[in-house]
């Protein structure tokens, strides 16, 4: 995972690089002073995520997030305040942390890039048209087009479709994978099929649900909302 750098204050890159460091599949391969210095060293650096500072002379990070061009590289926030986090996730963040970062968090947003990462290589594969799940003396034969939202239950998941809800043996995690670009996590325990979204309610502190056909609620958290929202087709 190719990560720039983006901060005003080099002590702050300094540790950052430092933490960075101690992930075997990360390459920090920049560091950039302000938001015109990172829109400059993109070409050269191709970077996968921009770990970027909120509050910097010229351009805020969030100036430059909005000014990535496409394909952009994902996105984590890295700043000393915390009133800017709707604002970050509704810039489609992929996460958001608190100077000064702490390891464990860190780590978190990690985990996070390196699932968006795995997101984006199973789009290159060819999609699967049905799912057969086996239910004792028969098999359920569900088109990908019928299922409204996915439910996580231990080591299965509940395939929700209008009329039924078989149960599959498979982690959500691996599921998704194999699905690909047309469904989304809105939390850890679920997942909504994009074409299916009707509406999003707001609910306290950045959390939501998500509504899909049929009036069926889908819990959704403030960590999932932002890249969700990104991601609906535009109708």
């Known amino acids: 995972m190719r990560v720039l750098i983006v901060d005003d204050e080099a002590p702050a890159r300094a540790r950052l690089r430092r933490l960075l460091a101690a992930a075997a599949d990360v390459q920090v391969v920049g560091e950039a002073r302000d938001g015109d210095d990172a829109l400059a060293q993109l070409a050269a ?14 351009a805020s990070g969030l100036d430059v997030a909005a000014s990535l061009p496409d394909p952009a590289p994902a996105v984590v926030f890295v700043t000393a305040y915390d009133r800017y986090a709707l604002q970050a ?16 968090r860190l780590a978190r947003a990690l985990e996070r890039l390196r699932g968006l990462r795995m997101a984006h290589e199973a789009r290159r594969r060819p999609r699967p048209a049905q799912l057969l799940i086996p239910d004792r003396a028969r098999t359920h034969v569900v ?4 299922i409204l939202w996915l439910e996580a239950a231990d080591n299965y998941v509940v395939v929700h479709t209008a009329t039924r809800a078989p149960l599959m043996r498979r982690t959500l995690a691996g599921l998704l994978q194999d699905l690909g670009d047309g469904f989304a996590r809105t939390h850890r325990g679920a997942a909504v099929a994009l074409a299916q979204v009707v509406e999003i309610q707001s609910l306290d502190k950045g959390d939501a649900r998500i509504v899909v056909r049929g009036g069926t609620a889908v819990p959704c958290s403030r960590q999932h909302r932002a890249a969700l929202v990104a991601r609906l087709p535009q109708r």
Do not use: C, S
Not at 45 to 58: H, S
Not at 91 to 102: R, T
Not at 143 to 146: G, H, Q, S
């Open 89 to 104: 996730f509704d810039a489609a963040a992929v996460d958001y942390l608190l100077k000064p970062v702490e390891p464990p």
């Open 45 to 58: 650096t191709r970077p996968d995520a921009l770990f970027l500072d909120v509050q910097m002379p010229g």
């Open 143 to 146: 088109a990908i087009d019928e």
